[in-house]
């Protein structure tokens, strides 16, 4: 993983607030991203899940098609992908299609309860250390207790009818 610098903090503060946003709107979520590339964003975006009724409309998703919208490309070499939260399975491997050259993400899968990962035993910074590409970097734990305190913390007591991912 690589390191954490002032602009990661920057961004990452501004991924929250984003994720604040999201919590706040009707059928949004608290999972914010930003996509940035020499200081300037190129799209963002909550988790709009329940809002569009869609399953793909993860934050990043969501960022990633504002960003291939306002550069006419589905490509984002030199780009930085800042969330709130470790990108699921769905989201690393369209971070990789999209060559994005760098993840900087919140809280990880040890600071929030298990419903929030798609597969317990397969943790989704596999993808990225494994992929194909050896042009994308990945740092985790950016404001982590900050971002941790949007979603459900870890081994809290949830209804399994009530956990998604499940």
């Known amino acids: 993983m690589s390191d954490t610098g002032a602009d990661d903090i920057r961004w990452m503060r501004h ?4 994720a604040r946003k999201g919590g706040a709107a009707e059928g949004g979520a608290p999972i914010g991203c930003v996509i940035v590339r020499g200081g300037v964003v190129l799209g ?11 399953p793909t409309a993860h934050s990043e998703i969501v960022a990633m098609r504002r960003a291939g919208q ?13 969330s709130t939260l470790q990108p699921c399975g769905m989201c690393s491997m369209a971070s990789i299609w999209a060559k994005i050259s760098r993840i900087v993400y919140g809280a990880g899968r040890g600071d ?10 397969m943790n989704t910074i596999d993808f990225i250390r494994d992929a194909y590409r050896d042009d994308l ?14 979603y459900v913390p870890r081994g809290a007591d949830i209804p399994l009818d009530l956990q998604f991912n499940r």
């Open 44 to 54: 963002e975006g909550y988790n709009e899940v329940d809002r569009r009724r869609d």
């Open 112 to 121: 929030v309860h298990e419903m929030y990962f798609e597969d317990r035993h």
């Open 15 to 18: 991924a929250l607030r984003i």
């Open 70 to 82: 306002h550069l006419n490309t589905g490509e984002f070499r030199g780009a930085t992908l800042y």
């Open 137 to 150: 970097s990945l740092c985790g734990g950016v404001l982590a207790a900050e971002c941790a305190a949007l």
